[in-house]
């Protein structure tokens, strides 16, 4: 199972909602990303977990906040976002470094946000 | 910093013709090379991984080469199908004392021409 599965496939919030973005994966890998990938753009690294601990936060505004309850799960809290925040949010997985194996990246099939 | 470009942007072929994408990146020092495929509003999805220490890597009519000397990847593709018409993007991981940073180029936009 290479599969990263992120929910919902589609969300569309208003600037005053408060809403979450999910992604689960259980092959073990111990690193996990959000990237935000804007039209004709490639992904932007948001946020880096390894092994359950913010690693890399890439200057990203604290409208996004990112939380790692466990190994298998990473989620995105978004609060106040604007406009110009609708983009297309990825999570991505891999082996945390030091296992020795191949740090291959997997992605999931990500959120299309639209803020209102 | 890790800048990673590729060229050309777009590319436009008949179908039956090989496709040659080029990836080209600043620092030397990185882990490995991933190529991905990227269809419209989708995920992306993992083609071929060459670790540091490789030249090439083939999966059936995939096969890219890496040259970290130079800083530059090469993905081919053989006897392109309408299938093929997607955006494939190169990333580089670099390791950082923090973690992981896996860095993408801008992509190149392929359309295969029945």
């Known amino acids: 199972d290479t599969e990263v599965t992120q929910t919902p496939k589609h969300l569309v919030m208003g600037m005053t909602n408060k809403k979450s973005l999910k992604c689960e994966q259980h092959?073990?890998?111990?690193?996990m990303y959000w990237y935000k990938q804007k039209a004709k753009k490639p992904p932007e690294l948001m946020f880096v977990?390894?092994?359950?601990?913010?690693?890399i936060n890439e200057s990203v505004p604290s409208r996004f906040s990112p939380e790692c309850p466990n190994s298998s799960l990473l989620n995105l809290h978004l609060h106040a976002l604007q406009p110009e925040d609708s983009a297309l949010y990825l999570c991505?997985?891999?082996?945390?470094?030091?296992?020795?194996?191949?740090?291959?990246?997997?992605f999931g099939q990500g959120t299309r946000l639209t803020v209102v | 910093k890790q800048e990673v470009t590729q060229i050309p942007a777009a590319l436009s072929v008949p179908e039956g013709e090989n496709l040659v994408l080029n990836c080209s990146f600043t620092d030397s020092a990185i882990y490995n090379l991933q190529w991905f495929r990227q269809d419209p509003g989708k995920g992306l999805t993992s083609l071929l991984l060459i670790q540091s220490s490789q030249r090439e890597q083939t999966s059936g009519r995939l096969n890219a080469s890496l040259d970290k000397s130079s800083g530059r990847s090469t993905l081919y593709i053989a006897a392109s199908q309408p299938g093929d018409s997607a955006t494939y993007l190169c990333a580089v991981k670099v390791i950082k004392a923090a973690g992981n940073k896996l860095t993408f180029g801008g992509g190149t936009r392929v359309l295969v021409k029945p």
């Open positions: 977990y390894s092994y359950e601990k913010l690693s």
């Open positions: 991505a997985s891999s082996h945390g470094m030091g296992t020795g194996g191949r740090t291959e990246a997997f």
């Open positions: 092959m073990g890998h111990r690193a």
